[in-house]
């Protein structure tokens, strides 16, 4: 089945650097690899997404990057802001399309 | 805007209780999901739906059961709590337009202690 790392665990960064996290998956049949923000107290949402027939999608701060033959996808948020801080979910669909989440990664951003 | 609500955000049983754990959407969706969130483990799937009276087993589905008598709401049961059930469950809902490659909107979570 389909096994989904994500690394780092946490991730510290100066208001204002880059933050990326990256994610590998080992099912070569997943097509879909969306990244979810889980803040405190609440439930994940969605905040972007790739299909596998694009390599890289972005918005306002935020990108993804897919890589295909390597099987590994990353998370690029830039100008990083307080309001960044929180738990970041990689996830990837498997042979029968559930979603396989990655372990996720806690980003805290210091003023 | 899509809501999902859950019926507690915490929940304090006993071993050997059965426990009921509710979850409510209110945008018509086809799909929902629960999960369970642990600490370095991620958000892992026990049962879904695709439809009315329709469940499949997730990933973890041993010692729960799930019900979706309505569309928009979906139950997780578990039949005799043990200890290691205590966790954050989520549920979550999807259009269902894509298959498994849709959005999910999450609820806000249950955080459930088993004693």
């Known amino acids: 089945g389909e096994n989904v790392e994500q690394h780092p665990s946490t991730l510290s960064v100066q208001e204002g650097d880059s933050a990326v996290i990256k994610c590998t998956y080992s099912d070569s049949a997943s097509n879909y690899f969306p990244w979810y923000k889980q803040e405190l107290g609440k439930g994940p949402q969605l905040i972007i997404d790739?299909?596998?027939?694009?390599g890289e999608k972005k918005d306002q701060r935020i990108a993804v990057t897919l890589n295909k033959t390597a099987k590994h996808f990353s998370l690029h948020i830039t100008e990083t802001q307080p309001e960044d801080s929180a738990v970041y979910f990689c996830?990837?669909?498997?042979?029968?399309?559930?979603?396989?989440f990655g372990a996720g990664t806690q980003v805290v951003v210091t003023p | 805007d899509v809501k999902v609500t859950q019926s507690s955000r915490y929940l304090v049983k006993r071993t050997g209780e059965k426990v009921f754990l509710e979850c409510v959407q209110d945008m018509d969706h086809e799909n929902m999901f629960w999960y369970r969130q642990d600490p370095g483990l991620g958000l892992r799937l026990i049962y879904f739906s695709y439809d009315v009276k329709m469940k499949e087993k997730g990933d973890i589905p041993e010692g729960y059961s799930v019900s979706r008598e309505k569309k928009e709401r979906f139950s997780l049961i578990l039949e005799s709590a043990s200890t290691n059930q205590t966790s954050m469950y989520l549920c979550?809902?999807?259009?269902?337009?894509?298959?498994?490659?849709?959005?999910?909107?999450f609820g806000p979570g249950t955080r459930l202690t088993v004693l």
């Open positions: 790739i299909r596998s027939n694009v």
């Open positions: 996830a990837a669909t498997d042979s029968w399309g559930k979603l396989q």
């Open positions: 979550a809902s999807s259009p269902g337009v894509a298959g498994g490659s849709d959005e999910q909107f």
